[in-house]
Structure formats: structure tokens, C-alpha cells
């Protein structure tokens, strides 16, 4: 009998005992990857039997992330971090790292007691831990003081680790020439699907390179420029790369800063979705978009039937806008969420909406209208919409103004069981017999930026769109 350690997939060879033959005959049977038993062979030829019992080397030593740490920190000589160091111990006494893998969260900001913030030296530190770690899927580093030399850090550690899919590096001090730095990482990683840059004043320049990196780049699923002093040529360029790109599947490009009113960006936005058949999830907030864009955009959808959530809040679009919205919810067959919030579409806004909604639309799952100069009458049109329209399950409409008969229909609507509490942000409440409406914490990113560190509400409530349009494990 032989025992060898092995770690390849299982398989079991058998062999045929015909003591006719002179020659082996063998056949190949699969075993379960967890079954102890890793190999069984049967030597036969003629009388001679020979088998040999082959089993899984059992490896169930766990990573000691916190030592491996410890002794980093001594080694180069750099002061333990007693945030990360707290992190990593928490990670060792987690079951699922030796399983599905982990995500190290190690956020700067929401915590009882202030902690001591990451630096560009502290991570060169984690880095030389993580840089083998498999089971390391995830790094969330918002909210830390991680500038261009951070980046340095982290973007040779992105091209020698090849498990990390998720990078959260939001709201550093990540400027152009970190943005360079990780953007060229990204040309040569295989294993990054979610990339967070939020924040990070990487401007004009910087956009170009993730823009590159669109062209190259056949792993990264979801981006997120926002907030990131994007400005015109970058956004062009971004569009550009998506008309040929085939994996990004959300961006968010929100906040630009742009200084013309002709809405170029959204011009060739749009030509960009006319051919895009991948791109699921798009973030146009604050793109000072007015209603030509909107008819653009509109243009393009059409000819789409790939994009399931769009977001166009905070812009300027009104009521003329939105019918050009209504008009393609006629006819669209794939949008699953709309956020309008904060734009001026008042009740007439609302009235094209519920026209589509009442009668056309059957694919329409989220529509958010939050505070947008809409008063009873366009309210009472949308409550008539849930009504008839039994696949429209989230609205969010907080922040309009509410008569009596808006807050009574809506206070039926969810009293009658056909809108869940937890898919709207209001909720009904009399006063001396009167409906009224209160505000909860409910909506479609409620906690994009920032969450509670003592939930309020469930995640599936204050962040709908996630569990709507999910684009990747690591959201």
C-alpha cells in the first residue's frame, strides 16, 4: 500500500482484471473533490493484482495573517497599526477563510472610537502579508490617508496578486500620478472585477488612464469614478473605450466637472449605448444633463437592450425631459430601475411616468422621484400606477409635497400589503384621523457613501439597487 500527498483534482483510475489480456485496460471514474480518498489504482495484468490507495494530503493549518503582520512590522522596522493589526485578527478567526475567501475591511471612517488611520507606510506593511494571500477576495481601504505613494504600493501589489477581486480605495488622496500608477496595474491584472476610486481627486489626466485601461482590460466588471474630478476629453474617452469594450458591466461617472452647456458627454454617452451590449449599470449624476440630453440618451435606448439601471439625479431635467422618458418606457423592455431623484419634473413629470407605467411598462421594478417639486396631484398619478402596475414594487417619493389625498394613497398602498414597507421611504401614521406620511431610511444607494455602523434598516432596504441589479459578487 502507498500514500501519496497530492492536490490535484480527484479522479479514480480502475483497470480491467481480463486475464486474457496483455495489456491494461484502464477506465477513469470522478470522485468528490471532499472524499479523503484522492486516487485508487488497480495494477492488473494477468494473475498479478497490485493496488495502490492514494490520499488527500490534509492541509487545515489556518493563516496567521496577525503574525505574519507582526513579524513584517519588526522586520522593516515600521510601528504596527493597531487598526490593522485588530483587522487582522478578527480575519484569522474567520471559518470562511479557509473556505469562500474573505474581504479585510479596513475602512478608515465609521467607527465608536477614532482609529488610527492607514498610511502609505502602514500598507507598504499589509501589502507584503496580502501579496500570496488567496483567500484574500476582498480590500476595503475607504476613508484612509493613502496618497500617490500608496498607490505605488498598491499597484505593484496588483500585479503580483492574482486572487484580489474586489479594491475599495475610496475617498483617499489618491491624485493623477497614483491614478497612472494603478491604471497600469490594471493592464496586466487578470483578477479584478470591482474597483473603487470614489473621491479621489485623480482629475482629467487620470480618467485618461482608466480610460486605457477599458481598452485592455477584460476582467474589470464594475468601476466607480465618481467624485473624481472627471472633466470633458476623459468622459469622451471613457465612451469611446466602452463602444468596444465587452466585460465593464456598471460605471459610475458621477460629478464631473464640466464647464460647457452644449452636453457633449452626454452626446457621445449616447452614441456609446447605441452599440454597448454589456454595460448593465450607468451613474450620470450631476451631469448638469438637461433635456436635450435626455432625448439623446432616449435616442440611444432604443436601440439598447442590454442597460437594466440607469441614474440620471440630480440633474436638470424637467417635465419636457421626463416625456421623453415616458415615451421610452413604452417601449423599453429592459430597464429595472430609474432614479430621477432631484430633478424638477413636478406633477406633469409624474403624469408622463404614470401614463407608461399605468399601461405600457412591464419590466420596470424601481422608480425614484425623491424630491422632486411633485405635489398631490402627480403623486396621486403614481400611486395609480403601483396599483395597476404589478411589477413596480420600490418607489421612493420623499421630499415632494404630500396633500391629503397623495398621503392617503399611499398609506393604502402599503396598509393593503401591495408596497412592502421596506421598498419605499415613507410611512403612514393619523393625526386627529388624517393620513400623514413620515420619512424612513429607505432607497435605492441610501448608504452608498457612508452606512450606519449600527444598521437602522436591512441593507436589502437601504441599498434596493443591489439586490435588483447585482453586477458582481463583491458590490
Known sequence: MLFLPVSVTPVLHTESCNPLQTEPVFTVMQIPAQSPLLVLLLSCHNDAV?????????TSVRPDLHLHYVQACQ?????????????????????????????????????????????DDDLG???????????VKGLDLAYNVLTDDGAKTMATFLQEN???????????????SGAELISGALHRNRSLVHMRM?????????????????????????????????????????????????SLRAINLNRPLLYSQEEETTVHIAKMLKGNSSLVELHLSKHEMKNFGVERLCEALYENSSLRYLDLSCNKITSDGVKFLGELLKRNQSLVILDLNANRIEDAGATYLSEALSVHNRTLQALSVVSCSISGKGLTALSNAI?????????YIWGNTFDEDACMSFSELIQMGRLNPNCTDVAPYEVDGQAQLAELSHGLQREYYWAPRHRVVADSA??????????????
Do not use: W
Not at 162 to 176: A, C, I, K, P, W
Not at 211 to 233: E, I, M, R
Not at 387 to 395: Q, R, T, V
Open 75 to 119: 522586520k522593516s522596522g515600521q510601528p504596527e497599526n493597531p487598526f490593522v493589526a485588530h483587522v487582522l485578527q478578527e480575519a484569522d478567526k474567520n471559518d470562511e477563510i479557509c473556505t469562500k475567501g474573505i474581504t479585510l475591511k479596513i475602512a478608515g471612517n465609521n467607527h465608536p472610537v477614532p482609529v488610527q488611520r492607514v498610511t
Open 198 to 246: 470614489t473621491g479621489n481627486k485623480i482629475g482629467n489626466q487620470g480618467g485618461m488612464f482608466f480610460a486605457s485601461v477599458l481598452q485592455s482590460n477584460s476582467t474589470l466588471q464594475k468601476l466607480d469614478l465618481g467624485d473624481c474630478d472627471l472633466g470633458l476629453k476623459c468622459l469622451i474617452a471613457i465612451a469611446t473605450a466602452l463602444t468596444q469594450n465587452k
Open 462 to 475: 437601504a441599498n434596493a439597487s443591489l439586490g435588483l441589479v447585482a453586477v458582481s459578487e463583491y458590490l
Open 125 to 135: 506593511v499589509l501589502a507584503s502579508v496580502l501579496r500570496h494571500a488567496a483567500f
Open 162 to 176: 492574482s486572487s484580489l477581486q474586489y479594491l475599495n480605495l475610496m475617498f483617499n488622496d489618491v491624485g493623477t
Open 50 to 58: 497490485t493496488l495502490c490507495f492514494v490520499f488527500r494530503q490534509h
Open 387 to 395: 396599483k395597476a402596475n404589478m411589477i413596480l414594487s420600490y418607489i
